[in-house]
């Protein structure tokens, strides 16, 4: 709803939006990991270990490591194109979704955010999915999803129940006339 408003209230275009958001994140995360590289994990349980922490190459367990990160990407060309096909799928996502929140509004934004996720567990029930990636039906889940897309459609109103009352005790006040 902030996103709305601003972009409203300023007229900007949401090539601008999404440039602010990406350089803010640029600093938000160097600095995280600028502070996790100095955080060790040797003193935490082997779970938290293998589950948070990885081993760079002087065999020191840390949170994080973005210099040794950015050592293996350039070590593997396939990583290196892959991250520009992601960086390209975010941008369009991003995009779109900024773009829909400036022209339609917050609610279809949010509408349709949580209609993707429908959409994509619809598509790995497909059985032309692979076997390993593909899903199995599930009631509560599809209980769960349309749960959401219901109260959402009820919180921002697009069942109006009251209005629809109203115009059939108008239509009945006049076939009384």
């Not at 949170?63 to 290196?80: G, S, T, V």
Request: charged letters at 20%; proline letters at 2%; aromatic letters at 20%.
């Amino acid at each position: 709803c902030l996103e709305e408003h601003y972009m409203k209230k300023y007229q900007f275009h949401p090539f601008i939006y999404i440039g602010l958001e990406g350089v803010f994140g640029l600093i938000f995360n160097s600095i995280l990991c600028i502070i996790f590289y100095f955080i060790e994990c040797e003193n935490f349980p082997d779970l938290i270990i293998e589950n948070m922490c990885t081993k760079d190459e002087d065999d020191i367990w840390r949170l994080e490591n973005a210099i040794f990160a950015i050592k293996q990407i350039f070590d593997n060309y396939i990583i290196i194109i892959l991250i520009f096909f992601i960086f390209l799928s975010l941008v369009a996502y991003n995009l779109l979704g900024i773009s829909i929140n400036k022209f339609g509004g917050a609610m279809a934004r949010s509408l349709i955010e949580n209609f993707r996720t429908f959409i994509v567990w619809i598509f790995f029930l497909f059985p032309w999915v692979n076997d390993e990636l593909r899903e199995d039906f599930n009631y509560l889940r599809l209980i769960g999803l349309i749960f959401i897309l219901v109260s959402l459609l009820l919180y921002f109103e697009l069942f109006k129940f009251e209005e629809r009352r109203m115009i059939k005790r108008k239509i009945k006040a006049l076939n009384k006339i």
